[in-house]
């Protein structure tokens, strides 16, 4: 592959490890809301059931008490929902840190096939430059003698 391929091939990679990491960083967004709607969800359901109880000694009727209960049974459905949000967010991100990685790992191996291809084209030129100054200094002696 010649030199500019390999480094449009480099280029091409670190592009797709930025949209990598860009998508990681979108889904750990999405997973840090995710999480902080689960926390407000339930300090809410402990402040209702704190409130449902009567609170500080207080009496509570029963039909105030099946209302309660009702309610506390759809919150726990919330939370139910809530949960199985934070679980997919999560999977988003382990996928998602996979992508990068593996995007990493691609740009790390081309860019270091860039550097050798570079180094093995430097010791070429290297050695036909020694065989130039080898076959002219070898031609000097020819006519010095």
């Known amino acids: 592959m ?21 998508g990681l960083a979108h889904a750990q967004q999405q997973l840090d809301a ?13 402040d209702y059931r704190a409130m449902a109880r009567g609170g500080e000694g207080g009496s509570i009727e029963v ?8 309610f506390l049974g759809e919150i726990d459905t919330i939370v139910a929902s809530q949960q199985q949000q934070v679980e997919a967010a999560q999977q988003r991100v382990a996928q998602q840190q996979l992508l990068w990685a593996d995007a990493a790992r691609y740009t790390q191996s081309i860019e270091q096939l860039a550097k050798d291809r570079a180094r093995d084209l430097a010791q ?19 006519f010095d003698l």
Do not use: M
């Open 34 to 46: 995710a999480l902080a709607q689960q926390r407000q969800i339930l300090a809410y359901r402990d």
């Open 63 to 70: 039909r105030q008490l099946v209302e309660a209960r009702r």
């Open 2 to 22: 010649a030199s500019k391929q390999l480094e449009l091939v480099a280029r091409l990679a670190r592009e797709q490890q930025d949209l990598a990491a860009q």
């Open 124 to 142: 070429a030129a290297d050695k036909r430059l020694q065989q130039q100054l080898d076959d002219f200094y070898g031609q000097q002696r020819f």
